[in-house]
């Protein structure tokens, strides 16, 4: 069957994959030690028990008789040596802020530096050392994990791909490995076939799988578009299975054109403008009033009905409300509702403290393969009629040449606000706050560069409590930090708005809005 989705941005290894076109081939590919289903409800995959009696030391025991495509078996040195790979800090792992909880991980990450592409070029402070000493291999079957802090919900994360183990031969040459099939050796539902660069990808069930996500069909193949409107017409052409995300144009129509195949329901993702930390108009007291006038000036309820037809739901925080603890009562969020004239007040406020040039023009920066172009052109509208400033889109051809220069940080081409997104990579409002804007994740997907001490403290303190609930009022605690900030803007929650053709059955899109692809089958 044929799915819709782009380019991955980088090999296919899970803790190097933080974007949702290589994740979602990341995920078929590899087996962890949990997996979510639907409802995201946890269910162990390749591990046996994962317990705990303080929360802080967690005892890991895996399942005897997995093994990797080449014959090799899945053993605990299969985690504990990915890891150590993964948060060892000159290997540049883009999931690296993930391994940030366990013992060791600040001496084994030094601190990096980062080239022209976002990617780790050097040390600004050495590793002291080159594994995470809170890992430790008991046997081939078990492995203990010694967290710096007790955290309640350590083994939720665990499904999350930068969690996914490596083979052996991945340490014989890193840089190849996820590169090519050859290359590519997995223990997921499927195995990689072919890999034709910017254009198609074809996975084939993996003969040697035994989990819960046995595959029911004979393959996937990911078609690379750059042009969401293209990949709606092949699906109703009868050219595309299952597409993941309808475009703008369609989103009034798509459930009348697509009817069964139309899908429509909640989902754990959320959108936001992130404020680049290194442009000096956006800094200090008068940077503070811009960000909240630039908030404010967004009239989110028109937005979502003209442009998205409904399917998208005015956000009033930074998380999403399919997650647990989420509560649309943060003080701050104030900035999240339109108000035109407080915003006009307080741009110019700034602009009376620290003036921007007469030929001053905001830019929006976004990709333009998905269809971003219309709200961010009703958003430079808004600022246009409403600060009285002039604003413009910058876009980017393909997700992954964009996601390449939000990396780039200060020495990339991003010089205005720019579009993020974030479908979340575990159940839990933990995941929409530490890799976005923890200082951990500034090897990761914390593009906007924000460091804050105060938001990393709430962050540890609520990751200790003794419980999900507890933990979950403190994350909430945590977003105040957030609104008195703004590192970013909450714009809109999503919806899953996808589809699929009368050829396939049994689609199913989970939780996170990614679709459950071994489960699907050919229409009889």
Same mark, same amino acid.
């Given at each position: 069957?044929?799915?819709?989705?782009?380019?991955?941005?980088?090999?296919?290894?899970?803790?190097?994959?933080?974007?949702?076109?290589?994740?979602?081939?990341?995920?078929?590919?590899?087996?962890?030690?949990?997996?979510?289903?639907?409802?995201?409800?946890?269910?162990?995959?390749?591990?046996?028990?994962?317990?705990?009696?303080?929360?802080?030391?967690?005892?890991?025991?895996?399942?005897?008789?997995?093994?990797?495509?080449?014959?090799?078996?899945?053993?605990?040195?299969?985690?504990?040596?990915?890891?150590?790979?993964?948060?060892?800090?000159?290997?540049?792992?883009?999931?690296?802020?993930?391994?940030?909880?366990?013992?060791?991980?600040?001496?084994?990450?030094?601190?990096?530096?980062?080239?022209?592409?976002?990617?780790?070029?050097?040390?600004?402070?050495?590793?002291?050392?080159?594994?995470?000493?809170?890992?430790?291999?008991?046997?081939?079957?078990?492995?203990?994990?010694?967290?710096?802090?007790?955290?309640?919900?350590?083994?939720?994360?665990?499904?999350?791909?930068?969690?996914?183990?490596?083979?052996?031969?991945?340490?014989?040459?890193?840089?190849?490995?996820?590169?090519?099939?050859?290359?590519?050796?997995?223990?997921?539902?499927?195995?990689?076939?072919?890999?034709?660069?910017?254009?198609?990808?074809?996975?084939?069930?993996?003969?040697?799988?035994?989990?819960?996500?046995?595959?029911?069909?004979?393959?996937?193949?990911?078609?690379?578009?750059?042009?969401?409107?293209?990949?709606? !017409?092949?699906?109703? /052409?009868?050219?595309? &299975?299952?597409?993941?995300?309808?475009?703008? @144009?369609?989103?009034? %129509? +798509?459930? *009348?054109?697509?009817?069964?195949?139309?899908?429509?329901?909640?989902?754990?993702?959320?959108?936001?403008?992130?404020?680049?930390?290194?442009?000096?108009?956006?800094?200090?007291?008068?940077?503070?009033?811009?960000?909240?006038?630039?908030?404010?000036?967004?009239?989110?309820?028109?937005?979502?009905?003209?442009?998205?037809?409904?399917?998208?739901?005015?956000?009033?925080?930074?998380?999403?409300?399919?997650?647990?603890?989420?509560?649309?009562?943060?003080?701050?969020?104030?900035?999240?509702?339109?108000?035109?004239?407080?915003?006009?007040?307080?741009?110019?406020?700034?602009?009376?403290?620290?003036?921007?040039?007469?030929?001053?023009?905001?830019?929006?920066?976004?990709?333009?393969?998905?269809?971003?172009?219309?709200?961010?052109? !009703?958003?430079?509208? /808004?600022?246009?009629? &409403?600060?009285?400033?002039?604003?413009?889109? @910058?876009?980017?051809? %393909? +997700?992954? *040449?964009?996601?390449?220069?939000?990396?780039?940080?200060?020495?990339?081409?991003?010089?205005?606000?720019?579009?993020?997104?974030?479908?979340?990579?575990?159940?839990?409002?933990?995941?929409?706050?530490?890799?976005?804007?923890?200082?951990?994740?500034?090897?990761?997907?914390?593009?906007?560069?924000?460091?804050?001490?105060?938001?990393?403290?709430?962050?540890?303190?609520?990751?200790?409590?003794?419980?999900?609930?507890?933990?979950?009022?403190?994350?909430?605690?945590?977003?105040?930090?957030?609104?008195?900030?703004?590192?970013?803007?909450?714009?809109?929650?999503?919806?899953?708005?996808?589809?699929?053709?009368?050829?396939?059955?049994?689609?199913?899109?989970?939780?996170?809005?990614?679709?459950?692809?071994?489960?699907?089958?050919? !229409?009889?």
């Amino acid at each position: 069957m044929t799915i819709s989705n782009g380019e991955p941005q980088n090999p296919l290894i899970g803790s190097m994959t933080n974007e949702t076109e290589g994740g979602l081939v990341v995920q078929n590919l590899y087996s962890g030690l949990v997996y979510y289903d639907a409802e995201g409800v946890v269910h162990n995959e390749i591990a046996e028990s994962i317990e705990s009696d303080d929360n802080q030391t967690w005892t890991i025991t895996i399942q005897d008789g997995w093994e990797w495509s080449d014959g090799t078996p899945v053993t605990a040195d299969s985690f504990v040596d990915a890891w150590n790979w993964a948060g060892y800090g000159p290997n540049g792992a883009k999931g690296a802020g993930f391994f940030s909880p366990i013992e060791g991980f600040a001496e084994a990450q030094g601190v990096p530096e980062f080239d022209e592409e976002g990617n780790v070029s050097g040390m600004a402070e050495e590793p002291t050392a080159e594994t995470l000493s809170g890992l430790e291999v008991v046997s081939p079957t078990e492995f203990t994990v010694t967290l710096g802090q007790p955290e309640s919900d350590f083994p939720i994360r665990l499904g999350y791909s930068a969690y996914f183990p490596l083979p052996e031969v991945f340490f014989e040459d890193p840089a190849a490995f996820g590169t090519e099939p050859d290359t590519t050796v997995v223990n997921g539902p499927y195995t990689l076939e072919s890999w034709e660069h910017e254009s198609e990808l074809s996975l084939v069930p993996n003969e040697s799988y035994a989990g819960p996500r046995l595959a029911q069909n004979g393959g996937l193949d990911f078609i690379v578009y750059t042009d969401e409107n293209t990949s709606y !017409a092949d699906l109703q /052409g009868g050219n595309l &299975d299952i597409l993941e995300n309808v475009p703008t @144009t369609a989103m009034s %129509t +798509f459930e *009348e054109d697509l009817g069964d195949g139309a899908v429509s329901e909640p989902s754990a993702s959320f959108a936001a403008m992130t404020v680049p930390e290194w442009l000096p108009e956006f800094q200090g007291e008068a940077g503070l009033l811009r960000r909240q006038a630039l908030s404010l000036a967004i009239n989110r309820e028109q937005i979502t009905e003209t442009i998205f037809a409904g399917t998208r739901i005015p956000a009033t925080d930074f998380t999403s409300p399919v997650i647990d603890g989420w509560t649309g009562e943060i003080p701050g969020n104030e900035v999240t509702t339109y108000n035109a004239e407080e915003a006009r007040s307080l741009w110019d406020q700034a602009n009376e403290e620290d003036p921007l040039p007469d030929d001053y023009v905001l830019t929006i920066h976004t990709n333009t393969d998905s269809t971003h172009q219309d709200w961010v052109e !009703a958003v430079c509208n /808004g600022y246009i009629n &409403d600060l009285g400033i002039d604003c413009e889109m @910058t876009g980017y051809a %393909t +997700f992954d *040449e964009f996601l390449n220069e939000r990396d780039a940080g200060p020495d990339g081409s991003v010089n205005g606000l720019f579009r993020a997104g974030w479908s979340a990579d575990y159940p839990s409002l933990q995941n929409y706050l530490g890799p976005l804007y923890s200082e951990a994740a500034l090897a990761g997907s914390n593009d906007g560069r924000y460091v804050s001490d105060e938001f990393d403290a709430a962050l540890a303190e609520a990751a200790a409590a003794p419980s999900l609930d507890e933990a979950n009022v403190l994350y909430n605690q945590a977003q105040e930090i957030l609104f008195q900030d703004l590192p970013g803007i909450p714009l809109w929650y999503y919806s899953t708005t996808a589809g699929h053709s009368e050829a396939v059955e049994n689609v199913e899109f989970g939780w996170d809005s990614m679709p459950l692809l071994y489960e699907v089958t050919k !229409a009889e």
